[in-house]
């Protein structure tokens, strides 16, 4: 008989080099963080980003004081469609927006004289945006170039000179040659300034989800039991995408807390799928057209838990002051926990992913968040009205909000990409504004409503009632489209 010795060692080995290291679960991340965030998640950004920062250069260019020369905006190029790329740096993580060269705005600006709009005026904005983001702090920093250029084909001294024979008098030409040298150095100057004052402060209220971003792969992350459980929906995803699976993960939530974010999920599923109560004045459920499809909608909940409250390093979600809305708005913390929570995400086939932050360890007024593939809100009675809405954000809308913010102030920017919102009447919608008997008369689309996009003036909406307007009512006839689609 041939007696061996068990093969412990090699057996050990096996087991060691077999398990995943540090560093490679570290590159999953940045996988994860180039391919789906980076992808999917921030190309919903840039559009409303580019159109703020637009209307912000096309503000500040008309409203300077040239003294006897007006200036007005001709033509716009901008492209903030550039993906970004994570990537380790020691022990923290730096993001370049965009990966290789940079944003770039561009305007045209023709400088009317008492006399003739031959000068004109090229204003170029090229930016970068750099992030390093560690454990404890994170660097939000940009690189702005902007180029001022005045050029005319009549130079400022024939300009003068048919101000001389045009008007008469060497006290014309006294007065007009140094009004107009004056007026296109303040131009000058005075654009540069505003532009490079007003273009930081523009990226930083537009991105200030970024502001917020930490990075510790290191801290656990910690399921409850059961681990993952089915809201609705079939019981297997169906990768070949004939379903929609909604991820929904616990963020905040200690073990004792887990009721609460159970409930309000309860209360998110049943928000997709219900009738309107009895006495609703409405004749379409507001859930539409989710309910329409639920047999194709799968809903999952993740149950997460973290030791307290106030272990930030275990928690997606913090919040930022938002200029723009003179509120507090949810962002990413611990960007290595989204990460790691978006690889399972992948694994399960999740369309979109809900963060649900713990009400408690927020902001009490703090308000959601959605771009791309996810959703960062809190749980609570409000839960499932904003559930519906910032779906309507996501890959399965793209909608944009439609509601009024800043009442008084013309939106100036580019035509935003969402079908809901329009500089003009008609363009979008045109199909159902022209077929009034194809629809209830509280879902009627008309021309365009005033208002939308937060901006009172300068673009419309297509209904005067809709979800991404106020959260209790209906998506309206454009949105259910969009959507359905």
């Known amino acids: 008989m041939n007696n061996r010795r068990p093969r412990i060692l090699p057996l050990f080995l096996c087991f060691l080099f077999c398990l995943p290291t540090q560093a490679q679960s570290t590159q999953k991340q940045y996988d994860y963080l180039n391919q789906e965030f980076a992808q999917k998640a921030w190309p919903a950004v840039t559009d409303l980003v580019k159109n703020m920062m637009v209307h912000t250069l096309i503000s500040q260019v008309e409203s300077t004081d040239m003294g006897p020369l007006n200036a007005k905006v001709s033509n716009i190029q901008a492209d903030l469609s550039g993906i970004p790329k ?37 204003i170029e904005v090229d930016l970068a945006i750099v992030l390093k983001a560690g454990e404890k702090e994170a660097i939000f920093d940009h690189i702005a170039d ?19 024979l045009t008007l008469g008098g060497s006290a014309t030409l006294a007065l007009v040659v140094p009004a107009l040298i004056i007026a296109e150095y303040v131009f000058e100057s005075e654009i540069k300034s505003k532009i490079d004052e007003d273009i930081e402060k523009e990226l930083k209220k537009n991105l200030g989800m970024l502001q917020t971003i930490l990075f510790d792969p290191k801290a656990p992350i910690t399921y409850a039991t059961p681990d993952r459980e089915l809201l609705s929906g079939p019981t297997h995803p169906d990768l070949s995408k004939n379903t929609v699976n909604i991820l929904i993960v616990a963020d905040g939530y200690t073990p004792a807390m887990l009721s609460k974010f159970i409930k309000s999920t309860d209360d998110m599923t049943a928000a997709l799928l219900e009738e309107n109560p009895k006495g ?46 003179n509120s507090q708005k949810l962002s990413i913390n611990n960007i290595s926990r989204l990460a790691r929570i978006g690889i399972q995400a992948n694994e399960l086939g999740a369309d979109v992913i809900v963060i649900l932050g713990n009400p408690h360890s927020l902001p009490a007024t703090v308000r959601a968040n959605a771009f791309g593939n996810l959703v960062l809100m809190v749980g609570g009675k409000d839960a499932p009205s904003t559930f519906l809405h910032e779906l309507g954000h996501t890959v399965l809308g793209r909608l944009a909000d439609e509601y009024v913010e800043k009442t008084d102030t013309v939106y100036r920017g580019q035509e935003p990409i969402n079908v809901n919102v329009s500089k003009s009447k008609t363009s979008k919608w045109n199909f159902w504004a022209t077929r009034p008997g194809k629809l209830l ?7 365009g409503h005033v208002g939308a996009y937060t901006f009172g003036k300068g673009i419309h909406r297509p209904s005067s009632r809709c979800k991404m307007r106020d959260k209790s009512k209906p998506f309206c006839a454009v949105c259910r489209e969009a959507i359905t689609r």
């Not at 993580?93 to 031959?118: S, Y």
């Not at 008369?441 to 021309?447: L, N």
Request: no cysteine; net charge neutral; aromatic share 10%.
């Open 86 to 122: 994570f990537f380790p740096n020691q022990n923290d993580l730096t993001a370049l927006f965009p990966a290789t060269g940079k944003f770039k705005l561009k305007v045209d600006v023709v400088i009317e004289t008492p006399l003739v709009t031959d000068p004109t005026a090229e």
């Open 146 to 164: 902007i180029r001022v250029d005045i050029h005319a084909t009549q130079t400022w001294m024939e300009i003068a000179a048919l101000s001389f």
């Open 280 to 325: 609703s004045d409405l004749l379409q459920p507001v859930s539409e057209p989710f309910r329409s499809f639920r047999k194709a909608i799968r809903v999952e909940r993740l149950n997460l838990e973290v030791p307290k409250v106030t272990e930030t390093s275990q928690r997606i979600l913090a919040s930022f002051y938002d200029k723009n809305s």
């Open 441 to 447: 008369p509280w879902d009627k689309v008309t021309s």
